[in-house]
């Protein structure tokens, strides 16, 4: 009884320190839902687009008209630096990376068609596909990835080729496990089958380097908001050259050119760009593009890495947690799911905030395929830690401490829990 006293007043001084040192500050651990903080030159453009600027470009001649046409121009011009294309025109901007992945997939496929996807994908590809097979027959082949790393193998999906396949869909990184997937190899296999090839990189972006001459992908969907550190309601679509004579539009309309026919114009961008921008969210993503450039990403991705070895290396010690995807770094960005013993999922991320100041994101993430992969479909998914570009290795260090004091309160015996360390 003496040694259970000691040792739960113990628990019970060591979680408070931790709780106590932790509500200094929140700590924002949900980057893959959208990146906070945003570079303050991000808030500067918006504020003086919404200040000095105004209007909708391509609808005027006068001075604020073309202004807000040149930060368009000039953001498209520093998406192609970034991604290194050969134009800027490929870069189509869009609500959102659904709806840019819904552009691609829709666009591309006829009635009949064959696609190929994986069990990682997230529901911007699962729902467009499981729509068109509703819509005009579209059949879909699922490639199940593996349960430990969420890795597919490429010569699964080549397997799954039939003579009317027209598309392979594939996410870069998971917005569950963080795996990457070997996309170039993917790639190269489509073009040697003659198959389409969209990639879903909204987890990517912003993270490790991507370069589209030198990447096999046809399309690639991604939001401005996530790791290109932009605001909410942007997004882009990705095409390589010559593949809009493939790639039907969803809408039509106004585009402030060839105003006089009835018909959507034929060149890019203005094929697939109907009804005013988001300018003034343009204007902030331009600003964050600019940041990227500056810092590199290279030098992100390397600052990424020493977190996630960190990361995982710390969490490995700890009693009663469970991290999924891979233990490689170069088959990862920093997106973990994690669960702890006896806990839901729910109830873990609530512990976090409440007690920690930590705030994560937990359930299924609109990714059911990608759970039922790791086995946590029917479990209620898991909790969601993910890194960004202002996360320092203390807040790692602060975020493994959380989880190592809620692991070790909830493998206390029933009696301590019900002496107060319950969370």
């Not at 080549?158 to 870069?172: F, N």
């Not at 995982?312 to 973990?336: H, K, Q």
């Amino acid at each position: 009884m003496l040694f259970r006293e000691i040792a739960q007043g113990t628990r019970r001084n060591t979680l408070k320190l931790a709780e106590n040192q932790a509500m200094q500050r929140r700590l924002y651990l949900d980057n893959s839902a959208t990146s906070f903080p945003k570079p303050d030159a991000v808030h500067e453009a918006m504020a003086h687009y919404g200040r000095a600027v105004g209007a909708s470009a391509g609808r005027g001649a006068y001075a604020e008209a073309r202004q807000s046409g040149e930060i368009i121009a000039c953001c498209r011009g520093r998406l192609a630096r970034l991604f290194n294309a050969r134009q800027p025109e490929s870069f189509i901007f869009t609500l959102n990376a659904t709806d840019a992945l819904n552009l691609a997939i829709k666009g591309l496929l006829r009635p009949g068609d064959h696609a190929i996807t994986t069990w990682m994908e997230h529901n911007s590809v699962l729902r467009p596909l499981n729509a068109l097979r509703e819509r005009i027959g579209v059949e879909t082949t699922f490639v199940r990835c593996d349960p430990k790393t969420g890795l597919v193998d490429p010569d699964d999906i080549r397997r799954a080729v039939q003579p009317k396949t027209r598309l392979i869909a594939a996410v870069h990184a998971s917005n569950v496990t963080g795996t990457l997937q070997p996309i170039a190899e993917i790639g190269q296999l489509a073009r040697e089958r003659g198959v389409f090839f969209v990639v879903d990189t909204a987890q990517s972006v912003g993270h490790v380097p991507i370069d589209v001459q030198a990447l096999p992908v046809d399309a690639m969907g991604f939001p401005g908001h996530k790791g290109l550190l932009g605001p909410l309601g942007t997004g882009v679509l990705y095409l390589r050259p010559g593949l809009d004579e493939h790639l039907d539009t969803l809408r039509e309309g106004g585009t402030g050119s060839m105003s006089e026919q009835a018909e959507q114009p034929t060149f890019l961008p203005d094929r697939y760009e109907a009804g005013s921008h988001n300018a003034i969210g343009i204007a902030g993503l331009d600003a964050s593009l600019n940041y990227l450039l500056d810092r590199g990403i290279d030098a992100l991705r390397q600052h990424e890495e020493r977190l996630m070895e960190q990361f995982l290396d710390a969490v490995s010690r700890v009693d009663g947690l469970s991290v999924y995807g891979p233990t490689v770094l170069a088959d990862r960005v920093g997106v973990f799911s994690v669960r702890v013993r006896g806990l839901e999922p729910a109830e873990l991320s609530a512990a976090m905030e409440s007690r920690f100041g930590i705030l994560t994101r937990s359930g299924l993430h609109c990714a059911p395929l990608a759970h039922r992969t790791i086995g946590t479909l029917e479990t209620g998914g898991t909790t969601r830690l993910s890194l960004g570009p202002f996360v320092t290795s203390e807040d790692v260090t602060r975020t493994v401490d959380a989880l190592a004091a809620i692991a070790s309160a909830f493998g206390m015996t029933t009696v301590e829990k019900r002496d107060g360390l319950a969370l």
